[in-house]
């Protein structure tokens, strides 16, 4: 062990750790990685859809944008329960889902069936309230939560789904009526 400047360094006994002692897990923790995993595959699902069915810059830019940062942190989130032994949520159904602005079976199914303008319209809308719904889930992941990567990752959810909201409501405003 390191001593203070200067100090001889000595032996660390069996147990003792270099640097504050990282933070357990809590319950919210496990509900934020167990929320945003299902809450993120339906934004990916949302975003596959833009390709075949806008020509419109900024909602493909939303989509490339969404897809990059969001697959990595699926990948991060099931990687960090799996440490945990937890086993992670299948499809993109999660037991709040409306409080955190998912879209319903019929919201989805109009999106699919939209083309031209009033896709841009309804994707820029759902896309707008998931991620407000996001924002919310990572505020209470920073209100409760103690893992450090949750909190990182909460973090990183929080300003820039933030940033993409205020985006998208600028975008959403300048499409013709």
């Known amino acids: 062990m390191p001593g203070s400047p200067g100090a001889q360094a000595r032996t660390a006994t069996p147990g003792e750790r270099v640097g504050p002692t990282p933070s357990p897990t809590v319950a919210a923790d496990v509900r934020f990685a167990e929320g945003m995993i299902p809450h993120h595959r339906q934004a990916l699902e949302m975003t596959s859809m833009v390709e075949a069915r806008t020509t419109t810059a900024p909602i493909r830019a939303f989509a490339r944008q969404i897809a990059a940062a969001q697959t990595p942190e699926i990948k991060a989130m ?3 329960l799996g440490e945990l032994g937890r086993s992670v949520p299948a499809g993109h159904q999660h037991v709040q889902g409306a409080a ?9 199914n109009a999106l699919r069936a939209a083309r031209g303008a009033a896709f841009d319209r309804l994707f820029l809308q759902l ?9 919310k889930m990572a505020g209470e992941q920073l209100a409760d939560g103690r893992d450090q990567r949750m909190r990182l990752m909460a973090k990183d959810v929080y300003s820039g789904q ?16």
């Open 78 to 80: 099931t990687a960090w």
């Open 100 to 108: 955190y602005g998912m879209a319903t079976q019929e919201e989805l």
């Open 127 to 135: 896309m707008t309230r998931h991620h407000e719904g996001a924002v």
């Open 162 to 177: 933030s940033i993409e909201i205020a985006r998208m409501r600028q975008v959403l405003e300048s499409l013709p009526a």
